[in-house]
């Protein structure tokens, strides 16, 4: 519920962004009315594409059984935790520009007299938030695979709720829960989740690996682990699967599993060390 919760809540408020700074440069406009009605066209069409995703990645699951499914979830939760690290990155690259490109962008689609290119350009815009969100609560959905599905579908309602407040506040201004803090402390709780999501992928993959006849040192690689842990907190409890769910720990981790996790970890921090200084998004007129 946590994960579903937090996955919708960050990309609602993302997608909500865009949507404000666009409209709110549209009223700016003179004869505005023709371009704000394909705005809000252009949102729904970037809706029904994230949504038309969501069908196509579940029918996909569902045609494949046994060995081809767990292959193709385990290729889903890698999309996903590679997705999560781009994401973050593209942040701190474009976050800073991103109202001056958005209002640019719409600019010019005014400027060829036609609203069908603003129409086109709120659809990637909303569609690319949507996309994400399907392919992170697939990836999610897989990894607590056996677990309530009433509180994975409760997690995401509170999570656009949640974001529909966190929005108004964000506009409101507050130095305590501004955008840079928003950015800042959501994109770290990314990162830990697209951990996670590795770990599982991992999990699944190592699964597939222990079935087939391959050389004893794979099984050693990704079977046995280097230690135990347990004792202290144990990833099958309550508080450690928690833990897992949210960041990839392992009690009993594979050798396999310390290296790439920690290849994750150190691809994260060269992508986005160079643009630490980088401020995140700029607040809507």
């Known amino acids: 519920m946590g994960q579903s919760m937090f996955i919708v809540w960050r990309e609602?408020?993302?997608?909500?962004?865009?949507?404000?700074i666009l409209h709110a440069w549209l009223r700016q406009q003179p004869g505005a009315g023709n371009a704000l009605r394909m705005l809000w066209a252009g949102v729904a069409a970037g809706l029904g594409l994230a949504g038309a995703l969501g069908w196509g990645v579940l029918?996909?699951?569902?045609?494949?059984?046994?060995?081809?499914g767990e292959w193709f979830q385990c290729a889903m939760?890698?999309?996903?935790?590679?997705?999560?690290?781009?994401?973050?990155?593209?942040?701190?690259?474009h976050g800073r520009t991103l109202k001056t490109s958005l209002q640019?962008?719409?600019?010019?689609?005014?400027?060829?007299?036609?609203?069908?290119?603003?129409?086109?350009l709120a659809m990637l815009a909303v569609g690319r938030e949507g996309s994400e969100t399907v392919?992170?609560?697939?990836?999610?959905?897989?990894?607590?695979?056996?677990q309530d599905l009433t509180g994975f579908v409760i997690g995401g309602v509170l999570g656009f709720v949640l974001a529909l407040l966190s929005y108004a506040a964000l506009q409101a201004g507050s130095r305590y829960f501004s955008w840079r803090r928003f950015f800042?402390?959501?994109e770290v709780m990314l990162l830990l989740l697209g951990g996670a999501l590795l770990?599982?992928?991992?999990?699944r993959f190592s699964g597939q690996l222990m079935g087939m006849d391959v050389p004893e040192v794979l099984y050693t690689v990704f079977g046995d682990p280097l230690w135990d842990t347990s004792a202290l907190l144990d990833d099958g409890s309550a508080l450690g699967g928690t833990l897992a769910g949210l960041t990839g720990y392992r009690a009993m981790p594979s050798l396999a599993a310390v290296v790439t996790l920690g290849l994750y970890w150190i691809?994260?921090?060269?992508?986005?060390?160079?643009?630490?200084?980088?401020q995140l998004a700029a607040r809507p007129a």
């Open 199 to 203: 770990m599982a992928a991992l999990d």
């Open 135 to 146: 392919v992170f609560l697939y990836g999610i959905g897989n990894q607590q695979q056996g």
């Open 184 to 186: 800042q402390v959501s």
């Open 12 to 20: 609602s408020v993302e997608a909500l962004l865009v949507i404000g």
């Open 77 to 93: 939760l890698l999309v996903a935790s590679l997705l999560i690290l781009h994401m973050v990155g593209w942040m701190h690259q």
């Open 59 to 68: 029918q996909a699951g569902d045609w494949l059984a046994g060995s081809g």
């Open 104 to 120: 640019n962008s719409a600019a010019d689609k005014l400027s060829q007299g036609s609203g069908f290119g603003l129409l086109v």
């Open 267 to 278: 691809a994260a921090w060269a992508w986005l060390k160079p643009r630490a200084q980088v």
